[in-house]
C-alpha cells in the first residue's frame, strides 16, 4: 500500500512546496482552458454549426476523455521502468500546444469550409488528447512520488479550487464571445479557442518545471502482450483494484449523456445559446465552493467515503433534467432556463468530487513499483469504456434524451451499490 513516507524522499521533501504550487497552478490554468471549449456546454454547440449529428456531438467528450486513458497501458510498458518520468510529458506537452494551435489556425482559415474544418477539428482533437493520454501517466506517477498522501486531496482540491475561480471568469467571457461580442461564426468560438490555447500552453510548460523524484520501478521493459498478462494478473489477484474498476465504469457510462443536456434544454425549453456562459459560471461556483469540502473529506476521511457521496449527487443529475420539464406550467421559460441551471450545478459538484476520490483512491491502493501498470491498465479500460459511451447520440437519435437520461440514472445506482462494496486502503496503513 501507499504510505505517508513514499513521497519523503530528500528531493521530495525539500521541494515538495515548489512542486506543490506549479502543480496547483498548472491544473487550474488547464481547468480555465478546458472551460473555455467545455465538452460538456461549448464544444456541443460549436458542432451545430458543423453538422446536425447528434453522435459526432457524443464523439466529442469520448474522444477528449478517451483519449487520455486509452493509450496508458501500452505507455506505461515503456515507462515503468525509468526512475523519471517527466522527459514524456514534455514531450507530449508540444504535441498537445501544438495541435490546439493549428486547430485554432483551421477555425479562423477554414470558418466556410465547413466539413473541412470538421474533419481537421476531430483529427486534431485525437493527437491532443491521445498525445494527453501518454503524457498523463508520466504526470500521475510524478504526483504520486512528489505529493504525499495526506496532501494529495488538498493538491487535487487546490487545482479544482482556483481552476473553479478561473472557470467561473471563463464563464463570463463564453457569454460575451456567443451571446453578446456581435461576431459572427468562426470569429466567436475562434476567440475561445484562441485563449484556451494560450492558457493550455503555459499550463502544460508550467509542470514541465517540477523537480521530480526518483522513486522504485519495475525492472526492465516487457512486451505488450506480457505487460497485459501482467496487468490482468493484478486484476485477478487484487479484489480491491478489481471492484474499483467496476465502480469507475459505471460513472464512466454516465458520461454518455454529458453533452446531450445543454442540447436538451435548447431543444426542450428554448434557452438561448448566452444561457450557456451563466450555467458554466454556476457549475464552477458551486465546483470551487465543494472542493473545499472534497479535499479535507479527501485528506482527513477517506476517499472511499468521498466517491459515495459524489455518486449520489450524481444520482441527482438525470434525475434534475428529466423533472425540470415538467415544471412548464408554473414557470416562464426564462425562469425554466434558470431552474435547469440545478443540473449544471449538481455537475459541477459531483464531477469536483468525483475527480478527487477517484484519483487519490486509486493512487492509494496502486503498490509505488507497479503503480504506472496499474494506473496505465485503469486508464486504458476507462477509455475503451469512454469510446463506448458514444452510444450516447446513438440513443438520443433512436429513442430519445428520456432513454438516455433513464439509463445514465441506473449507472448512477449501481455505482452507489458498488461503492458500498469497497475496503477503505487506509485502514492497512499501520499508524494512520
Not at 451571446?179 to 461564426?185: C, H, K
Not at 425562469?335 to 455537475?347: E, Q, T
Not at 437519435?397 to 469497497?422: H, K, N, P, Q, R
Amino acid at each position: 500500500m501507499v504510505n505517508e513516507l513514499e513521497a519523503s524522499s530528500d528531493i521530495a521533501v525539500r521541494h515538495l512546496r515548489r512542486n506543490f504550487i506549479l502543480g496547483v497552478v498548472n491544473g487550474a490554468l488547464f481547468q480555465f482552458s478546458n472551460t473555455l471549449v467545455s465538452p460538456s456546454l461549448v464544444l456541443p454547440l460549436f458542432m451545430r454549426y458543423l453538422t446536425d449529428s447528434h453522435l459526432l456531438v457524443g464523439l466529442i467528450p469520448s474522444i477528449q476523455q478517451a483519449g487520455w486513458f486509452l493509450p496508458q497501458l501500452v505507455a506505461s510498458r515503456y515507462i515503468q521502468h525509468r526512475p523519471q518520468k517527466k522527459i514524456y510529458y514534455s514531450a507530449t506537452a508540444i504535441v498537445r500546444a501544438g495541435s490546439w494551435g493549428l486547430l485554432t489556425i483551421a477555425l479562423f482559415t477554414l470558418g466556410g469550409s465547413r466539413l473541412l474544418l470538421l474533419a481537421i477539428f476531430f483529427s486534431l482533437l485525437v493527437v491532443c488528447s491521445f498525445s494527453g493520454g501518454v503524457g498523463g501517466i508520466s504526470f500521475m506517477d510524478i504526483v504520486g512520488k512528489a505529493i504525499p498522501v495526506t496532501r494529495r486531496g488538498a493538491f487535487f482540491g487546490g487545482r479544482n479550487f482556483l481552476g473553479g475561480i478561473l472557470a467561473f471568469m471563463g464563464g463570463f467571457i463564453v457569454k460575451y464571445a456567443l451571446d453578446q461580442s456581435g461576431y459572427p461564426f468562426p470569429a466567436n468560438f475562434g476567440l475561445l479557442f484562441t485563449l484556451s490555447f494560450l492558457a493550455l500552453s503555459v499550463a502544460l510548460f508550467l509542470f514541465t518545471q517540477v523537480v521530480e523524484p526518483v522513486g522504485p520501478v519495475h525492472e526492465g521493459e516487457v512486451a505488450l502482450l506480457q505487460q497485459f498478462r501482467r496487468a490482468w494478473g493484478m486484476v485477478e489477484n487484487d479484489a480491491l483494484y478489481r471492484r474499483f474498476l467496476f465502480l469507475r465504469l459505471c460513472l464512466m457510462a454516465t458520461q454518455m449523456a454529458t453533452p446531450f443536456y445543454i442540447l436538451y434544454a435548447r431543444d426542450r425549453l428554448g434557452i438561448p445559446e448566452g444561457m450557456v456562459g451563466l450555467y458554466l459560471s454556476a457549475m464552477t461556483v458551486v465546483s470551487v465552493g465543494s472542493n473545499l469540502v472534497w479535499s479535507r473529506i479527501s485528506d482527513r476521511r477517506s476517499n472511499k467515503l468521498l466517491i459515495q457521496i459524489a455518486s449520489i449527487l450524481g444520482l441527482g443529475i438525470p434525475l434534475s433534467a428529466l423533472f425540470i420539464p415538467h415544471l412548464s406550467g408554473l414557470f416562464s421559460p426564462e425562469n425554466l432556463g434558470y431552474l435547469f441551471g440545478i443540473v449544471f450545478v449538481l455537475l459541477g459538484s459531483h464531477t469536483a468530487g468525483a475527480q478527487i476520490g477517484n484519483i487519490n483512491f486509486l493512487l492509494e491502493i496502486s503498490p509505488a513499483a507497479e503503480r504506472p501498470i496499474y494506473l496505465g491498465f485503469a486508464n486504458t479500460l476507462f477509455g475503451m469504456a469512454l469510446l463506448a459511451s458514444a452510444v450516447g447520440g446513438v440513443i438520443v437519435e433512436v429513442a430519445g434524451f428520456d432513454v438516455l437520461f433513464s439509463l445514465t440514472l441506473a449507472f448512477y445506482a449501481l455505482a452507489i451499490g458498488l461503492s458500498l462494496t469497497l475496503k477503505d486502503p487506509r485502514e492497512e496503513i499501520v499508524g494512520y
